[in-house]
């Protein structure tokens, strides 16, 4: 009697259900790795942001001594105590001290949530209780993004601690807050 060889219905069931949990395993470990590499790149974009806005203002070659040791954008927060979109602003922020390019070639952009989380700058500025001084309007700086994966208690509580003192020292804006449900921006560079 000759032999049959091949897989039963039950091999081949074990076999579909054993690669599906491996793919789901791959999947989520893949998905935390992409959620780790845009964080990663978020805080690499501020960061050359950062390079930028400091090289700027160490520039001193504006033609116009209001703009000497200023922050690029100042004038924007004169009239406004808002958060200011760096790809909307920057890229054609042109002042006696010349375009914002010439510190930073390219404006980087937020690589996921574009519409929801843009990249934002605010200034320090004049606010509406004058607790910051007319002195240090325009000459520090915040730049905030949103990352997806969750902050840890420490570094909430600094990331709390360094909201308060933006806008109560620095006549900062307060965070934008989330259009949606989840949470709003979580991560904070600037001097």
């Known amino acids: 009697m ?52 400091q090289a700027r203002y160490d520039s001193k070659t504006c033609s116009n001594p209001l703009d000497i040791g200023l922050y690029p954008g100042w004038r924007l927060f004169i009239s406004s105590n808002q958060w200011q979109s760096v790809s909307a602003q ?60 969750p902050l840890s208690l420490q570094a909430q509580a600094d990331l709390d601690k360094m909201v308060a003192t933006w806008s109560s020292s620095f006549g900062g804006a307060a965070l934008p807050t989330n259009p949606s449900s989840g949470p709003g921006y979580n991560y904070m560079v600037g001097k």
């Open 2 to 53: 000759p032999t049959r060889s091949g897989f039963t219905l039950i091999e081949a069931l074990l076999t579909v259900l054993i690669i599906g949990i491996l793919a789901s395993i791959s999947l989520n470990v893949f998905g935390a790795l992409a959620e780790r590499g845009r964080d990663a790149r978020r805080k690499s974009d501020l960061t050359a942001l950062s390079l930028g806005f």
């Open 90 to 149: 920057l890229p054609n922020l042109v002042n006696d001290c010349g375009p914002f390019s010439e510190f930073l070639a390219t404006i980087p952009a937020e690589p996921k949530n574009k519409t929801t989380f843009p990249y934002l700058f605010d200034l320090s500025s004049l606010d509406t209780s004058n607790t910051a001084p007319a002195s240090i309007v325009g000459k520090h700086y915040r730049l905030i993004a949103h990352l997806e994966r």
